[in-house]
């Protein structure tokens, strides 16, 4: 079954330094691909997404992400933090044969000034 | 225009009380979801449905019960609260129940005293 790892519940980083997000999926065969970010008291709002194609994947609010089929990864990078990116952040992937959505654990996202 | 909305956002009631949560969506989609987010960040799915009927139940136990009257809404019920059952609650809906996209509601936090 499909598996979701998050290294890192917690990141912290200095406003303007990068941001890395690590995310690695279990299946053999490359899923679609997603993260999510979660803002304090709020829902979870699609950064970007991969399904097929281009390898390096640009989403919302200068965040990308770079699908490495030989290494199961999907991290999630910015250049340059922003306070506004405090938040909570979830990469997710397909479950396979199931219709479901597999989760990781999430890695909290601290920008200090 | 809210896309996916619930209600309501908070809700704090005793143990053994009978609850329900609603969540409707104007997006146009197929399928919905129920969300269970425990006190350290992880989501878990709990229900789908696909036009109204259900297609994703997962190892909950009988005391939820959800109800989709018509693919715009999808309810969650819970009868004979425990204290386990605090957690956030949030709905979702994607455009097909082969469309891994999903769209958050706000979320419901349920505190159970």
């Known amino acids: 079954a499909q598996s979701v790892t998050q290294l890192g519940s917690h990141v912290s980083v200095s406003e303007g330094a990068l941001v890395l997000l690590r995310c690695n999926y279990s299946?053999?065969?490359?899923?679609?691909l997603f993260w999510y970010v979660q803002y304090p008291n709020q829902g979870l709002q699609l950064l970007l997404k991969y399904t097929t194609g281009a390898t390096l994947v640009k989403g919302i609010n200068g965040f990308e992400a770079e699908f490495k089929k030989s290494e199961t990864s999907f991290h999630l990078t910015k250049p340059s933090a922003h306070m506004s990116d405090a938040a909570e952040y979830f990469c997710?992937?397909?479950?396979?044969?199931?219709?479901?959505?597999?989760f990781g654990t999430g890695t909290l996202l601290a920008v200090q000034p | 225009d809210t896309a996916v909305s619930q209600t309501p956002k908070y809700l704090v009631t005793q143990m053994g009380n009978d609850k329900s949560i609603k969540c409707e969506q104007n997006?146009?989609?197929?399928?919905m979801y129920w969300y269970k987010q425990d006190s350290k960040k992880f989501l878990k799915i709990m229900f789908s449905?696909?036009?109204?009927?259900?297609?994703i139940n997962e190892t909950v136990p009988n005391r939820f019960s959800p109800k989709s009257p018509d693919k715009a809404h999808l309810n969650l019920h819970i009868n004979s609260l425990e204290l386990g059952d605090s957690a956030v609650y949030f709905c979702?809906?994607?455009?097909?129940?082969?469309?891994?996209?999903?769209?958050f509601g706000p979320g419901t936090r349920l505190t159970v005293t």
């Open positions: 449905y696909n036009n109204k009927e259900l297609i």
């Open positions: 979702a809906s994607s455009l097909t129940d082969l469309s891994y996209e999903q769209y």
């Open positions: 997006l146009g989609h197929d399928t």
């Open positions: 997710a992937a397909d479950g396979g044969a199931t219709n479901k959505l597999i």
């Open positions: 299946s053999s065969v490359p899923p679609y």
